[in-house]
């Protein structure tokens, strides 16, 4: 059982993902939050040291640093579908919060619950199995990771467990305004100047079934954007009638490539994202590749959905 493992640690690692987003930055922040009231050494882990400025508004982000303590007897993983998501090489005992279809089950103990839209919601069941008490910064944090993974609750799988759980949360003082000011309504000029150069680039492939985008290090640098400003963009490309899928290939600083793929459904995201050690649901899920020039994994994945469409 989870409590065990942290009833018996002295120094416990939250771990947020590699280049966070507000569900494993608010399901860790949640976690932080509760064990605070343990006395126990905590640390607040995420390999990537710049964490986007938009997401600052997650209680004790302030906190998080890309240093992994040497002392470290117990670490707690949250939205990592896999191990190397991490960004630590680590053998100790480890509880894995997830929700992703992809996970693969590298914890000492996996929570893992596929048929949750976010692993904030993972969270909230397991604080209320265990009947513990959720605070305001708890529900603030959960509701955060709960309001991204849902697309600010516009994901037609939206339920009516979800809506319970949004309930109860504003009800126990999650603060739904500044959620969504902090996740929607906080686009920095480089990032509306990005968007609009990737539109105008964007190719239409597959009769159009595709929406294909390509970003290297030159267009990041003029319009003064970064990595993770590139994803939105995708959204708007699946709004589009014709479109069944939305594909992102972006060029990273230090090599290699980035790999968003978004899906309606018809094409199976995270089956193809897989082919790339990636991972994540069948509507959108992501990889790194290291070892293929951006030309080929083109060619590979379009073969791929196009095999996956026809």
Known sequence: ????????????????????????????????????????????????????????????????????????????????????????????ALINFDHHISNELYGTLNCIDTQAMSTSEVVYAWFLEQDIKINGKIANALYAGLMDDTQCFRDPRCTMTIFSMAYR???????????????????????????????????????????????????????????????????????????NCALLLAVRKKGGISV??????MVNAASVMQNYQGGGHRDRAGARVADKSLEQIREEILNYINEEIQ
């Open 169 to 243: 949360l504003l009800e126990l003082g999650a603060n739904h305004e500044q959620c969504v000011n902090g996740l929607y309504n906080s686009r920095s000029l480089a990032s509306l100047r990005l968007q609009g150069e990737m539109l105008k680039r964007m190719k239409l492939v597959l009769d159009g079934r595709l929406a294909l985008f390509e970003v290297d290090q030159e267009l990041l640098t003029s319009t003064g954007a970064s990595l993770g400003d590139c994803k939105a963009v995708l959204s708007e490309a699946m709004a589009l009638k014709i479109v």
């Open 1 to 92: 059982m989870p409590l065990s493992l942290i009833d018996q640690a002295n120094h416990i690692v939250l771990i947020a993902h590699q280049d966070p987003d507000a569900d494993s930055l608010g399901s860790a922040s949640a976690f932080y939050s509760y064990l605070l009231r343990s006395q126990k050494k905590i640390t607040f882990y995420c390999v990537s040291p710049n964490i986007h400025s938009h997401l600052s508004f997650i209680p004790w982000t302030e906190k998080i640093t890309d240093r992994f303590p040497a002392d470290a007897d117990l670490a707690i993983s949250f939205d990592c579908g896999s191990f190397a998501r991490l960004g630590v090489e680590y053998s100790g």
């Open 260 to 265: 968003s793929l978004r899906s309606d459904g």
